[in-house]
């Protein structure tokens, strides 16, 4: 199977922010300018994220999504703010292909199946995001890695898939933005324990930590933020690197 390079596009108020372990809101451009671009660049797919939907009982990046979806065929995943399958039809409707649910779904796991009934497991994208907690231990956390469920990302993804969910999307709360590497571990410990498509988030700083992340059975796709955002690579570099050490992606 193709492997995917994934852009992540977290938005407050209709800018494009980054973190740094989900933290420090930086404004870093326009949401849709950046899909636009990522888009003609030759990215696989796009996720867009509300920041602060969770926190604020909102969804406010609809029409954003409407605006860059009209302009761009590629995969568009929204996350933040869907409480419900008439959240998740907004988002249909304005231009998603898949939903992405964390906070939501932990409070309310019967989301999960809610939602993969109505639009499919493969539109039903369970978001986890992970904080180490010992050895070979995570946790998933929620509104935006501030919030600990007290669960384990094992436990919880079980529970995830078994309610319907078609994707995983897997952020590591300590190295996101960090730039320091992805969490190898957890990936590992994820991607060997499921059957559907894992995409890992936080911490890719070289074309080297693409490579090491992408080399992992079962993980299916990398998901990047900063290296695009401030074009420490382009995509066409990213991909070639990955095609001359021997791991298929999307043409």
Not at 13 to 40: C, F, W
Not at 48 to 53: E, F, K, Q, R, T
Not at 144 to 165: H, N, Q
Request: glycine fraction near 10%.
């Amino acid at each position: 199977m193709n492997k995917r390079v994934i852009a992540k596009l977290d938005v407050k108020n209709h800018q494009l922010i980054k973190t740094i372990q989900m933290e420090g809101l930086r404004v870093v451009g326009n949401p849709a300018d950046r899909m636009q671009t990522y888009s003609e660049c030759g990215i696989d797919e796009v996720i867009y994220h509300d920041l602060v939907a969770s926190l604020y009982d909102r969804n406010s990046i609809l029409d954003l999504v409407e605006k860059a979806s009209s302009n761009c065929f590629i995969p568009l995943t929204v996350s933040g703010g869907i409480r419900s399958v008439s959240d998740a039809r907004q988002c249909q409707l304005s231009g998603a292909d898949k939903f992405g649910i964390n906070t939501s779904a932990l409070a309310n796991p019967s989301l999960i199946s809610e939602i993969s009934s109505n639009f499919g497991s493969q539109a039903t994208v369970l978001s986890v995001e992970a904080k180490k907690m010992g050895k070979g231990v995570w946790n998933a956390f929620f509104d935006s890695g501030r919030e600990d469920s007290g669960r384990t990302t094992d436990e919880w993804i079980t529970e995830g898939v078994e309610r319907g969910a078609g994707e995983i999307l897997l952020t590591s709360v300590d190295m996101e933005g960090t730039r320091r590497g992805f969490d190898i571990d957890l990936a590992y410990s994820v991607a060997e324990k499921v059957n559907i498509p894992v995409v890992v988030n936080g911490g890719a700083g070289t074309l080297e930590h693409i490579v090491e992340l992408l080399q992992i059975n079962g993980v299916d796709g990398v998901v990047l933020s900063s290296i695009l955002h401030f074009d420490m690579f382009s995509i066409s570099q990213i991909k070639d690197t990955l095609k001359s050490k021997g791991i298929s992606i999307r043409p």
